[in-house]
């Protein structure tokens, strides 16, 4: 992943064009990404997860993952703003949460936690979060929900 940050006002004119391209990030080992306006995310092999804001491109927002997590397996970015990822551990998987439109956002403590025989030890395939209806302009006291496929099987939790 190349991550370049160009100057807008100094690409406009010919002579200061070459100035343009201030500086480049490349991450060579990522493993979950997610993408909903304005937010991209992706979690790095080193266990750090990264979230842009397209409004605000002087600033990453980088999280560490717990020391007990093998990877991060998938992520979800929610309309609502909300930033969910599923991680695999040595006994299962769990499931945390950043409110990214909280002025200080931080790393949730774990929402879900289940082991590998509650899934008859499958794979997980996809990963879906339906956030909660709290920050909407109507509360219609729906609650989350997630969805997780492993293998053929899809699992709920509310």
């Excluded at 500086?23 to 060579?28: A, N, S, T």
């Excluded at 990264?50 to 600033?59: E, G, T």
């Excluded at 509650?118 to 909660?132: C, D, E, G, P, Y």
Aim: net charge neutral; proline share 3%; charged share 25%.
């Amino acid at each position: 992943m190349y991550l370049d940050t160009i100057d807008v006002k100094l690409c406009m004119e010919d002579s200061t064009r070459k100035l343009a391209h201030t500086r480049e990030c490349i991450d060579k080992f990522y493993m979950a990404y997610g993408f909903n306006w304005p937010y991209f995310a992706y979690a790095s092999k080193r266990n750090f997860i990264q979230i842009l804001n397209a409004f605000n491109v002087n600033f990453i927002q980088r999280y560490e993952l717990p020391k007990h997590i093998i990877r991060c397996s998938h992520t979800f970015l929610s309309d609502t703003h909300d930033f969910y990822c599923i991680c695999e551990t040595a006994d299962g998987y769990e499931i945390y949460n950043i409110d990214l439109d909280s002025p200080e956002p931080y790393l949730s403590d774990c929402l879900l936690k289940y082991n590998f025989e509650r899934v008859n030890k499958q794979f997980l395939t996809a990963f879906h979060i339906r956030s909660s209806s709290r920050k909407e302009k109507v509360n219609l006291n729906r609650s989350l929900t997630a969805f997780m496929m492993h293998g053929n099987t899809l699992y709920g939790w509310c």
